[in-house]
């Protein structure tokens, strides 16, 4: 079993037990499930922002531990203060050492922030909104077109945008007409080597309509020069900052580059 059907069989056991725990109308009456979502779409094409979507992640199954100390509150607010244009906030916790508490932490920022996890039901999404995201993650590997459809819809009619995530050519069928924001992994899922290049090959074949956006792999200002020339407008980046001391002075100092 490779690591991305892994994870999803575990998603899968585990959104049923949430489920149980928390049942749909209790996420409903969340706070902030009834407050007014902010546009990723929007901040990426504000060509005054850096249209750096910086994360918060405190592990993974390829690197292990990559920042067990950091406050997610004291890092999202630097990250927020120093020009980021959103937030990701990794909400799985078997994996990646996330949970809901981290996105909700994030929440006293007032920039977007997409929930990163492995969203294979509507549950989720309803969740993902009861939290505080504005944006879900909808990986294209782990769903069929008909069902990345189903939940991009079921996420538009909760008002959250949704960021598609491809990583080869084949998964370009699943764009429709509800995706805006299309995202390129060049980590791959199943064995998490990563192909920088990747997000230049396939941003050709992307629609010029909607909005592109790199992931994985970017650590430097170069990198994200040549990305931006070949048409891209966000920039996803966590580890290049979390693997310091202080991820969000590591940002900042990565803004002042880019500048």
């Known amino acids: 079993m490779n690591i991305l059907k892994e994870i999803i069989a575990h998603k899968k056991d585990e959104v049923e037990t949430q489920r149980l725990l928390v049942p749909v109308n209790s996420l409903k009456q969340s706070v902030l499930y009834k407050r007014e979502t902010i546009s990723l779409y929007n901040f990426l094409i504000d060509e005054t922002k850096t249209g750096i979507i910086a994360e918060f992640k405190r592990r993974s199954p390829s690197k292990g531990i990559i920042n067990n100390t950091a406050m997610v509150a004291d890092v999202t607010k630097a990250y927020t203060e120093n020009g980021a244009s959103a937030l990701s906030v990794l909400t799985d916790e078997h994996f990646f050492g996330g949970n809901n508490a981290d996105l909700i932490a994030a929440r006293e920022n007032h920039i977007p922030i997409l929930r990163k996890d492995f969203i294979v039901d509507e549950y989720q999404i309803t969740e993902a909104k009861s939290i505080g995201a504005d944006v879900i993650l909808l990986i294209a590997a782990c769903l069929t077109p008909e069902r990345l459809r189903e939940l991009a819809i079921f996420a538009q009619q909760l008002g959250l945008e949704v960021l598609l995530e491809i990583h080869v050519e084949a998964e ?71 693997r310091t001391n202080d991820p969000g002075f590591a940002f900042k100092q990565f803004v002042q580059q880019l500048k």
């Open 172 to 242: 370009l069928e699943h764009i429709c007409d509800e995706i805006k924001i299309v995202g390129i992994n060049n980590r791959d899922l199943k064995t998490f080597a990563v192909d920088i290049n990747r997000s230049v090959a396939l941003s050709r074949k992307i629609p010029v309509d909607r909005i592109k956006v790199a992931e994985s792999g970017i650590d430097n200002v170069e990198t994200i020069d040549i990305l931006k020339q070949t048409g891209f407008k966000g920039f996803l980046m966590g580890e290049n900052f979390m």
